[in-house]
């Protein structure tokens, strides 16, 4: 779709104060330093509307972006940094939990992973409860243009092979690339399908 608009609504430090109202969402989650808030901006063509943070883990609050003022995107605090202090870390995992499993205007979680890196029980922990809290997952692998087109499909299988026992499948992975824009048409095109 065109871009008409895209503006930074809200962030939500605790569930209560996530945005009212029914327009539906798409959500973003992955690893910190994924490629989140770089993918987020480009694909709605914005240079810096999503900050990319110097500091990984340094935000903790899901934060919401009104797109054409029909959808909400939503940027979910990434997993894995390790040097969170442990209660800013349960908070965290209380305030995502709860948002993915009760969230009813959630239409489905775009879930990142890095191209380069062999996914790990903590993926497929993580992939296994958003399945059993019904969500939809669209798997991009991110800085696409970091691997070989003659790499791709060993790479892709690698990940599918450690990925499989939660159902998710190789062919449906979408490559995704904020240097090249590789991926941008096919993964609006997921999302367009949730949000229509
Ligand atoms: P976030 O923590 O998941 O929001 O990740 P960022 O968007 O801040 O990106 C983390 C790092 O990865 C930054 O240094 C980005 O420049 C880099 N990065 C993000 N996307 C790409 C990509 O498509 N290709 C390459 N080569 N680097 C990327």
Request: one cysteine or more; hydrophobic letters at 40%; a positive charge.
């Amino acid at each position: 779709p065109k871009i008409l608009s895209a503006e930074f609504v809200v962030s939500a430090h605790q569930i209560e104060q996530l945005p009212g109202g029914v327009l539906p969402e798409v959500a973003f989650w992955g690893r910190s330093n994924v490629g989140k808030s770089s993918l987020i901006n480009a694909l709605l063509h914005r240079q810096n509307l999503v900050r990319t943070s110097s500091r990984p883990g340094c935000t903790q609050a899901i934060n919401y972006f009104l797109v054409n003022r029909v959808w909400h995107f939503v940027d979910l605090p990434g997993y894995g940094y390790a040097q969170a202090p442990l209660p800013v870390k349960e908070k965290w995992l209380r305030l995502i939990s709860t948002y993915l499993e009760t969230q009813k205007r959630l239409r489905a979680v775009v879930w990142l992973l890095d191209a380069r890196r062999q996914p790990g029980p903590e993926e497929l922990d993580w992939l296994d409860r958003l399945r059993s809290w019904r969500q939809e997952v669209v798997v991009v692998l991110t800085k696409a243009d970091k691997i070989k087109r003659g790499q791709r499909d060993r790479r892709q299988s690698e990940i599918a092979a450690q990925l499989a026992p939660s159902g998710v499948k190789a062919q449906d992975f979408i490559w995704f690339s904020t240097l090249t824009q590789e991926g941008r048409r096919e993964l609006w095109g997921q999302i367009m399908r949730f949000l229509s």
